[in-house]
């Protein structure tokens, strides 16, 4: 079995590579281009030909991407110099974000809203901050003199990430055996310190019952990971969500969205679920509102309720919801790339070839090993995916449509 090029770029260590913050910040964003360039020409060749078998409509419109593509020599050139396409994606991305924070506070109005943060330890820090002269300035920290910039922040979110799981998994074990009421809502993000590595920032909902065992838990972490500079505070109604709207701003930036789009392997904000109702139905009675109920779209857009609430609350009233099983084959890869990662740290650790080296010894082991099939996981499984929505007067807000392929505008988009 040859070694599918997408798997091997999923354990690539670029990172490694990244000497200093200058040559991250170009790095991320190169990486940020070659990202959107991709997108473009997978959007454009993929989707635009797909039409609708039974209306003959196109899924997509095909005059919105003609700003993204310019003739040269009978082919068809994707450009987008500002990168327009995937900032716009980012964008939603942020506002989803957003109305998913809203939700949650509105929701628990009558809990405790408890503001955590989480900074991992120095050794996950490059550079640190020295203050001379009343100016603060980074040097390079003598704990990481051994590892590259790109390796310290690896190192960082993987840390991060435990630590996060730990408080979690703490904070369950005991609220069940205090016998206390094990569910609270949340919402967690992650930002980058000035020196690159990632720190955490999270607020709980909590009741006034679970929240010693939330500050008893924050100790013991704090102490299991040798943490220093963390914040446990429980906030007023007034400065909850403020909080982390502060921290979520930065999301804006175009240097943040190259920074999340790089590391993407890693999730930068996560909450607790949106009610019962999935975010696609969600995002499809937005638009249907928006464009043919529009008293009921600004009724809702103007009320004291953050818009999501009243979305979940119109779905829940008003529309019938069906659903059909589908097979869909689930492959995973998390195995063989463990062992390609277990592999590189050992050759990178002994110091004695360059990251070239090593990735070309591990993709000659790899490429045309059987025994890669031992490493990935294959498995069926069975899905509900949406069918269709209808109102309770029978008219139909959404169906699944029969797509295919239309060969004629497939051949026109001779893309180079």
Not at 29 to 51: A, M, Q, R
Not at 298 to 314: A, F, G, R, T
Request: aromatic share 14%; charged share 35%.
């Amino acid at each position: 079995m040859k070694l599918n090029k997408k798997i091997f770029n999923l354990v690539k260590k670029d990172t490694y590579r990244i000497k200093d913050i200058d040559d991250f910040k170009r790095t991320i964003s190169i990486d940020y281009t070659l990202k959107n360039e991709k997108l473009l020409k997978y959007t454009i060749y993929n989707l635009l030909p797909l039409k609708d078998k039974n209306s003959n409509k196109y899924s997509f419109d095909f005059g919105s991407f003609n700003k993204y593509l310019k003739p040269l020599d009978n082919k068809l050139v994707v450009s987008d110099n500002d990168n327009t396409y995937l900032k716009n994606i980012d964008d939603k991305k942020v506002l989803k974000d957003f109305s998913k924070m809203n939700y949650l506070q509105y929701m628990n109005e009558d809990k405790n809203s408890l503001f955590i943060t989480f900074t991992n330890p120095s050794k996950y820090h490059f550079y640190k901050h020295k203050t001379k002269k009343g100016k603060k300035r980074l040097v390079s920290n003598s704990e990481c003199k051994s590892l590259t910039l790109g390796e310290t922040i690896e190192k960082s979110f993987i840390n991060m990430n435990k630590i996060k799981r730990e408080y979690y998994k703490l904070v369950k074990k005991y609220l069940k055996r205090k016998k206390l009421d094990i569910g609270f809502d949340f919402v967690s993000v992650l930002e980058n310190h000035k020196n690159m590595s990632i720190h955490n920032h999270s607020v709980f909902y909590v009741s006034n019952e679970q929240l010693k065992v939330f500050k008893q838990c924050y100790r013991t972490i704090k102490k299991r990971f040798k943490l220093k500079q963390c914040k446990f505070i429980v906030l007023n109604k007034s400065k909850s969500s403020s909080y982390l709207m502060k921290y979520m701003l930065k999301y804006d930036s175009d240097f943040y969205k190259h920074y999340r789009r790089y590391f993407s392997k890693y999730r930068f904000f996560t909450s607790s679920k949106v009610g019962i109702v999935p975010q696609k139905i969600i995002d499809i009675t937005y638009n249907h509102l928006k464009k043919y109920q529009k008293s009921i779209y600004y009724e809702y857009k103007n009320s004291d309720k953050p818009m999501v609430v009243s979305l979940v609350e119109h779905i829940l009233d008003n529309y019938i919801i069906e659903y059909e099983d589908k097979t869909v084959e689930v492959i995973k890869y998390q195995k063989l790339q463990q062992k390609i990662n277990e592999d590189f740290n050992s050759l990178y650790e002994c110091h004695l070839l360059d990251l070239d080296q090593i990735e070309q010894m591990i993709y000659q082991k790899y490429k045309d090993n059987e025994e890669v099939l031992d490493y990935i996981d294959y498995k069926n499984d069975t899905v509900k995916e949406l069918k269709k929505i209808t109102d309770k007067k029978g008219n139909v807000i959404y169906e699944k449509k029969d797509l295919v392929i239309d060969t004629n505008r497939l051949k026109r988009l001779n893309i180079c």
